[in-house]
């Protein structure tokens, strides 16, 4: 006997019926039953009826959790938590610096960065590069250790390119200044 048979005529097939019929004796109801059960109290009505839990973890509210931002640097579209504005001319200067360090700007785009009065957005994952290869740059493993005067000079020269007032001293202390203002961003990226 084939499937089609099988479908077309099922109750020839004692097989099935008593299959059928045992599952049917199982089930006890009548077709009424169900229509009893409806006058009950509903499921929904006794979930309404219980107190509402808190959410688990709160979902912060606002048009700024959403908000992309473009890095100034690589112009990519990033999330707020994945970009740092920098806020101060020192901070500012120091990741000027590193993009000319790193190549990733050109002398004249870094003048106009500077003298800009927009503000100055970076991707989290640009700052490490910048400190390490100022740090590359100069030959020191550490940001608190100061460099040896020939590698200093070799940085003075860019950063003379961008801001002439200042020494190589008030630079260092601008870039461990910056260092230590941006740390937890970098503990965060080497996790």
Same mark, same amino acid.
């Given at each position: 006997m084939d499937l089609k048979d099988l479908v077309a005529q099922p109750w020839e097939n004692e097989q099935l019926y008593e299959c059928l019929g045992d599952q049917m004796k199982e089930i006890?109801?009548?077709p009424t039953d169900s229509w009893k059960r409806a006058e009950e109290p509903q499921p929904l009505e006794e979930l309404e009826q219980m107190p509402k839990l808190e959410p688990m973890v709160e979902r912060p509210s606002g048009p700024h959790i959403i908000k992309k931002f473009t890095c100034s640097l690589c112009s990519e579209k990033q999330?707020?938590?994945k970009i740092k504005e920098i806020q101060t001319e020192n901070d500012k200067l120091v990741?000027?610096?590193g993009f000319l360090v790193c190549k990733y700007v050109e002398l004249n785009q870094a003048v106009q960065l500077m003298e800009s009065e927009a503000k100055l957005l970076v991707c989290n994952q640009h700052i490490p590069m910048v400190v390490d290869e100022i740090l590359k740059l100069v030959g020191v493993?550490?940001?608190?250790?100061?460099?040896?005067?020939y590698a200093i000079q070799q940085l003075m $020269?860019?950063?003379?390119?961008?801001? $002439?007032s200042i020494t190589a001293i008030q630079f260092w202390t601008m870039f461990n200044g910056f260092v230590h203002n941006v740390?937890?961003?970098?503990?965060?990226?080497e996790e």
């Open positions: 006890k109801e009548e999330l707020n938590y990741i000027i610096v493993q550490d940001h608190e250790q100061f460099p040896q005067n $020269t860019i950063v003379d390119s961008v801001q $002439t740390g937890k961003i970098l503990e965060v990226l």
